[in-house]
């Protein structure tokens, strides 16, 4: 009886402590890296109205993303409408996205230009993330189905002069290894783009701006734009909103 009574209260006393399976319980903190949710966002960085030497036109910029911590698919659009036309210019790309390190992703997938004619395909390797001292990078690689080369890079920073008043100058420069006719681009540095936008952010989530672009074709791009009849510096004043959710 003894004996019986001595191994009940063994019994109770490891339940009571924990038994089988405690341990595991009490490293359940919550769900596992590996059942993360997948959540997403999407921004429009720029719509804007630009008028330059009379000519206005309707320039966007966005892009979103869907994914995890690590792995992300990303989707971008950038284009421009002149007013009283057709679209000019559009281009979507659809990206891969994977942490490369605590600031940087590295990204590859496709680009599709609808304008301008003749239609282009280019595959896209890149990197996207944040210098020192806070500036926004994205930096691309593309190569066409006709086997052309070229890349872009752009870089961003967010200064602020207010927790709402924010001045962000901008920089974009794309360049190419051959010639493409067509498309009006030359071989070399093709261009450079300088930007100056001030937004004043309602909400986080809204923000509208005024600002300022000067835009610069070089080389061969230039040579081209003059045969098209078109000026290869242009300086434009712009107002747009900025929102995302």
């Not at 009574?5 to 595991?24: D, M, Q």
């Not at 330059?52 to 995890?68: F, I, P, T």
């Not at 390190?101 to 896209?124: C, K, L």
Request: charged share 25%; proline share 4%.
């Amino acid at each position: 009886m003894k004996a019986t009574c001595k191994r009940a209260a063994v019994l109770a006393a490891i339940l009571l402590l924990g038994g089988p399976g405690a341990g595991a319980q009490e490293h359940d903190h919550g769900p596992s890296h590996d059942h993360l949710p997948l959540i997403g966002t999407f921004k429009v960085d720029q719509l804007e109205n630009r008028w330059q030497d009379g000519r206005n036109s309707l320039k966007w910029e966005a892009q979103g993303w869907y994914g995890g911590d690590t792995e992300r698919v990303w989707f971008n659009s950038e284009g421009e409408k002149p007013a009283g036309e057709g679209v000019e210019e559009a281009e979507f790309q659809l990206l891969y996205s994977r942490l490369w390190s605590e600031f940087w992703d590295v990204q590859a997938g496709i680009r599709h230009d609808i304008r301008p004619q003749p239609r282009t395909t280019y595959g896209v390797v890149g990197v996207k993330g944040v210098a020192p001292y806070f500036f926004e990078v994205t930096a691309q690689a593309f190569v066409s189905e006709e086997g052309g080369l070229s890349a872009r890079l752009k870089v961003e920073y967010d200064l602020l002069i207010t927790q709402k008043l924010i001045l962000q100058p901008s920089l974009e420069t794309n360049a190419a290894v051959q010639r493409v006719r067509e498309l009006g681009v030359g071989s070399g540095l093709n261009d450079v783009a300088l930007g100056l936008r001030l937004r004043y952010e309602i909400v986080k989530e809204f923000a509208p701006y005024v600002g300022i672009n000067w835009e610069r074709k070089l080389g061969g791009t230039a040579s081209l734009a003059r045969t098209h009849g078109e000026d290869p510096d242009v300086l434009s004043v712009l107002t747009g909103i900025r929102f995302w959710f």
